[in-house]
């Protein structure tokens, strides 16, 4: 797919580009914690998540959605501008995006992210387009993106635009047989700044 460019609302970015579908996404090390760069790489090389969001009156929501990254490491999503989650962004911009793991052992990385409810109808259409390759595995032809912008116009979708600010992740554990020798150990995590640096290694 072509980098796409797009025009972001903020002051503090221009232009920036929808990452392309990765056809290599980053396994989780199942031996220790995922280093700062690592969990970006994660989440920029993986497609599907958990969105979720405060309620008024419940616990917290939860839906399955296709993402996209974008080069500035906002994260994209296309809904509908009567669905819950384009609402509760509306109303409080702190939202979760548990990124899911393509490989067993089975793992997960959560991103917390501050969101907003973006009206660019170009890269919604954008998204949606590069949405298609993601769930189909081959890129969209260009030929119809307009059907794919009177799609985005007749069920009125908007695009969540989602700044990631930290991360959480457990390196996974799986358990081969009964008899394995190898103890399954676990470890405990925190959540850790999206642009942390990675730590020097110890001599």
């Given at each position: 797919m072509v980098a796409t460019e797009t025009t972001d609302q903020s002051n503090d970015r221009s232009s920036?580009?929808?990452?392309p579908l990765?056809?290599?996404p980053f396994p989780a090390p199942t031996d220790r914690d995922m280093l700062p760069s690592e969990r970006r790489l994660f989440v920029r090389t993986h497609r599907t998540?958990?969105?979720?969001?405060?309620?008024?009156l419940d616990g917290p929501a939860m839906s399955v959605v296709y993402y996209i990254p974008a080069e500035n490491d906002d994260l994209l999503v296309a809904t509908m501008a009567g669905r819950a989650k384009a609402k509760a962004v509306s109303r409080n911009g702190r939202?979760?995006?548990?990124?899911?793991?393509e490989t067993?052992?089975?793992?997960y990385l959560q991103v917390y992210c501050d969101a907003t409810v973006d009206d660019d109808g170009e890269t919604l259409v954008d998204v949606m387009m590069a949405v298609?390759?993601?769930m189909s595995g081959e890129p969209l032809d260009p030929s119809l993106r307009p059907m794919v912008a009177a799609v985005a116009k007749d069920e009125e979708r908007v695009l969540l635009r989602c700044r990631p600010y930290a991360t959480f992740v457990t390196p996974p554990r799986h358990l081969h047989?009964?008899?394995q020798e190898e103890a399954l150990t676990h470890w405990l995590s925190a959540a850790m700044p999206w642009d942390a640096l990675d730590s020097p290694a110890k001599p």
């Open positions: 920036v580009r929808l990452l990765s056809r290599d998540a958990v969105f979720g969001y405060g309620r008024r939202v979760s995006i548990c990124v899911l793991d067993w052992p089975f793992s298609a390759e993601r047989r009964n008899d």
